[in-house]
C-alpha cells in the first residue's frame, strides 16, 4: 500500500510539473532567466518614433527568453533592442525548457539584413529544420555571420536561421542633406549654386519617400541604433539641413508638417537674434528663437558651431582646422548654450555638422570633449552599423540631381 501511495503521489507531482512547467521531459535542464511559449500565434512589437511596429510572429510551441517584463508585457530580446509581446492566455510561463535548446550564438557584427517580406526564422538548416519565429517584411535585423545561404542571428535568446533569399543586404541609413531652397532660383543671385534647390524638388522628394513608405527619423533614433539600443526599419531617413536659413522655415516646414514628417536644423549659433528679419527671396536669412521655438514640432536643433563657420582669410583653412582644441571646444560650448535658450535644454544639443564637412582629427577631441556623440561630414555614403561616430556621411542633394539619382541616393546604391 505504501509503494502504490508513492506511485500515485510521483504520478500527481509529474503531471503538475506538466501543466506548469510547459512539455517537460527526462533529461531536461532549468534554466536561471524566464522563458515563455506561445499556445498559438502572438504579435511581437517594437517602439518605432514612439509608436508601436508590429515587427513579428511568436509560433506556437517554441520557447522565448524574457529579458524583463512589467504588467501588461513580456520583453524579448530582438536585434539589437527589445521586442514586446502582451501578456495573455497565449502566452504561457516555462520554468523548464529543453537542455538542447540552442543559446544565443556569439555576438551581432556590423553587418545587418532587411527583410524583403515575412520571413521564416528557423532553428537549424537541415531537414528537421522548425520555425522559431516570423520577421515582418521592412525590417532590419543584425546579423552574427553569413554561412553559405542562410544568415545566422541571434532571436530572443537563441540561434536562428534566415535564407537569402527572403532579404536584402542593408546598404545603410540615408542622411539627406540641404541648404537653402527657393521657388525660382534662376530669378535670384543663388541660380546655378549646388547648395540652392526649388522648392518643387524639395516636395516631390518628401512626397516620394511618404508615398513609398520611408518613415523620417530623429538623431536621437539613429544615435541609439549606432549604439546598439534600438533596431529600426529598413526604410528609414534623416532629413537634415545646414546653417539654420529662413527658407527653411518658409518652405520646408510646410511640406513636412503636412506629410507628417520630421527634420533636423544644423544651426550656427551666432547668427541667431530674437527673431528672423522679413523674408527676402534675393538674400540669405536666418531663422531667429522666435521661429525655433514656433517650428519645434517638426524640426529638432542642433549644432554647426556657435562663430566658426567662417575661413582663415589668407589660407582659406576652416576654422575648425585651423582653431586649437581649447578654442573649438569653447565654441562647440557657447554655442550648446545659446542655440538651447530658444529650446530650454541645452543638453539636448549633442550632435554637429562640420562646415563645408571639414575636420581633423583635434576637431574630434573638441566635439568630444563638448558633449557632441554624432558628427556629420559632406563626405557621400549613408550610414551603418560600425561608423565612426564623429565622421558620418551624408547624402547631400543638389539641383543637378534628378528623382532617379535621390532613389539611388536612399537606397545606398548612388
Known amino acids: 500500500?505504501?509503494?502504490?501511495?508513492?506511485?500515485?503521489?510521483?504520478?500527481?507531482?509529474?503531471?503538475?510539473?506538466?501543466?506548469?512547467?510547459?512539455?517537460?521531459?527526462?533529461?531536461?535542464?532549468?534554466?536561471?532567466?524566464?522563458?515563455?511559449?506561445?499556445?498559438?500565434?502572438?504579435?511581437?512589437?517594437?517602439?518605432?518614433?514612439?509608436?508601436?511596429?508590429?515587427?513579428?510572429?511568436?509560433?506556437?510551441?517554441?520557447?522565448?527568453?524574457?529579458?524583463?517584463?512589467?504588467?501588461?508585457?513580456?520583453?524579448?530580446?530582438?536585434?539589437?533592442?527589445?521586442?514586446?509581446v502582451k501578456k495573455s492566455s497565449s502566452l504561457l510561463v516555462a520554468k523548464k525548457v529543453q537542455k538542447s535548446l540552442p543559446t544565443k550564438a556569439a555576438s551581432n557584427t556590423n553587418l545587418s539584413i532587411i527583410t524583403k517580406s515575412e520571413a521564416v526564422v528557423y532553428n537549424r538548416?537541415?531537414?528537421?529544420?522548425?520555425?522559431?519565429?516570423?520577421?515582418?517584411?521592412?525590417?532590419?535585423?543584425p546579423v552574427v555571420r553569413k554561412s553559405g545561404d542562410?544568415?545566422?542571428?541571434?532571436?530572443?535568446?537563441?540561434?536562428?536561421?534566415?535564407?537569402?533569399?527572403?532579404?536584402?543586404?542593408?546598404?545603410?541609413?540615408?542622411?539627406?542633406?540641404?541648404?537653402?531652397?527657393?521657388?525660382?532660383?534662376?530669378?535670384?543671385?543663388?541660380?546655378?549654386?549646388?547648395?540652392?534647390i526649388k522648392v518643387a524638388e524639395f516636395e516631390k522628394q518628401m512626397n516620394y519617400l511618404k508615398q513609398n513608405g520611408w518613415?523620417?527619423?530623429?538623431?536621437?533614433?539613429?544615435?541609439?541604433?549606432?549604439?546598439?539600443?534600438?533596431?529600426?526599419p529598413g526604410k528609414v531617413a534623416v532629413v537634415t539641413f545646414d546653417d539654420n536659413y529662413l527658407s527653411t522655415q518658409k518652405y520646408a516646414y510646410p511640406i513636412l508638417k503636412q506629410n507628417q514628417q520630421k527634420a533636423v536644423v544644423f544651426v550656427i549659433g551666432g547668427k541667431v537674434k530674437a527673431q528672423a528679419q522679413p523674408w527676402d527671396?534675393?538674400?540669405l536669412q536666418y531663422m531667429g528663437h522666435k521661429e525655433i521655438s514656433e517650428t519645434e514640432g517638426v524640426f529638432?536643433?542642433?549644432?554647426?558651431?556657435?562663430?566658426?563657420?567662417?575661413?582663415?582669410?589668407?589660407?582659406q583653412v576652416p576654422y575648425l582646422v585651423s582653431k586649437t582644441t581649447a578654442e573649438i571646444e569653447a565654441?562647440?560650448?557657447?554655442?550648446?548654450?545659446?542655440?538651447?535658450?530658444?529650446?530650454?535644454?541645452?543638453?539636448?544639443?549633442?550632435?554637429?555638422?562640420?562646415p563645408w564637412g571639414q575636420y581633423a582629427p583635434h576637431t574630434i577631441e573638441a566635439a568630444k570633449a563638448a558633449g557632441i556623440r554624432l558628427a556629420f561630414t559632406t563626405e557621400t555614403g549613408n550610414v551603418r552599423l560600425g561608423d565612426d561616430p564623429y565622421t558620418l556621411k551624408r547624402q547631400g542633394i543638389s539641383?543637378?540631381?534628378?528623382m532617379d539619382d535621390f532613389i539611388k541616393k536612399i537606397e545606398g546604391t548612388y
Open 1 to 84: 500500500m505504501k509503494g502504490l501511495c508513492s506511485k500515485i503521489a510521483l504520478i500527481i507531482s509529474i503531471s503538475f510539473v506538466l501543466m506548469n512547467s510547459l512539455f517537460v521531459e527526462k533529461g531536461e535542464a532549468a534554466y536561471s532567466s524566464k522563458w515563455i511559449t506561445a499556445r498559438q500565434q502572438v504579435a511581437a512589437y517594437e517602439q518605432v518614433s514612439g509608436n508601436p511596429l508590429a515587427v513579428g510572429t511568436l509560433l506556437p510551441n517554441q520557447f522565448y527568453e524574457v529579458l524583463k517584463e512589467d504588467n501588461g508585457y513580456y520583453y524579448i530580446s530582438f536585434g539589437n533592442g527589445m521586442a514586446f
Open 215 to 232: 518613415r523620417t527619423i530623429s538623431l536621437e533614433e539613429l544615435d541609439a541604433y549606432l549604439t546598439r539600443n534600438q533596431n529600426l
Open 150 to 196: 542562410w544568415y545566422l542571428i541571434n532571436f530572443a535568446g537563441q540561434v536562428g536561421y534566415i535564407h537569402k533569399n527572403k532579404v536584402t543586404e542593408d546598404l545603410g541609413i540615408p542622411v539627406l542633406m540641404y541648404h537653402h531652397m527657393v521657388e525660382n532660383p534662376q530669378e535670384t543671385p543663388f541660380y546655378n549654386n549646388s547648395m540652392v
Open 125 to 141: 538548416i537541415d531537414k528537421e529544420q522548425k520555425g522559431i519565429a516570423i520577421i515582418k517584411g521592412n525590417i532590419r535585423y
Open 399 to 402: 539641383p543637378a540631381h534628378t
Open 281 to 283: 527671396p534675393m538674400t
Open 300 to 315: 529638432s536643433f542642433q549644432h554647426h558651431t556657435h562663430g566658426m563657420h567662417l575661413r582663415e582669410k589668407d589660407t
Open 331 to 354: 565654441d562647440l560650448v557657447k554655442g550648446r548654450e545659446y542655440i538651447g535658450q530658444a529650446l530650454k535644454d541645452p543638453s539636448s544639443i549633442q550632435y554637429l555638422a562640420y
